[in-house]
């Protein structure tokens, strides 16, 4: 499995409540991921290492790669993607998927575990 990186950079933004008409702020950019996804799906599927490919993501940037397994390789293409009412699954992914699952915000709070992990050190981050 590969995974993708989170680049911090610092950038000029418009400030929603000027003056200043421009602040600096920091940017977080998540690198990698989808790309890496692509690849994979790709070539798993020319490999036929599977029937069905469920996709987890909301990123229309797999779209070129999803239509080349569904045209090319036949293969079946189900999506899953959070967010829903409020974020509708991307138009470029629904038409290459077979089917399509939305995760509704309250089954991912019914879905978190304990805070922190019992047996472990684990918690979750400070909110802001």
């Known amino acids: 499995m590969q995974f993708g990186h989170f680049l911090r950079h610092k950038v000029f933004a418009e400030n929603a409540n000027p003056p200043p008409n421009k602040i600096e702020i920091f940017k977080a950019e998540e690198k990698?991921?989808?790309?890496?996804?692509?690849?994979?799906?790709?070539?798993?599927a020319w490999a036929d290492a599977y029937d069905c490919a469920v996709i987890v993501s909301n990123d229309s940037d797999l779209a070129t790669a999803l239509k080349m397994v569904r045209e090319q390789q036949k293969k079946v293409i189900g999506l899953i993607t959070p967010g829903a009412p409020k974020r509708n699954p991307s138009w470029q992914l629904r038409q290459f998927?077979?089917?399509?699952?939305?995760?509704?915000?309250?089954?991912?709070?019914?879905?978190?575990?304990?805070?922190?992990i019992p047996g472990t050190e684990i918690s979750k981050p400070k909110s802001r």
């Open 32 to 44: 990698g991921s989808d790309v890496n996804l692509a690849l994979h799906v790709l070539n798993d």
């Open 97 to 116: 998927s077979s089917f399509i699952k939305i995760i509704r915000p309250w089954a991912l709070e019914k879905s978190l575990l304990p805070n922190p």
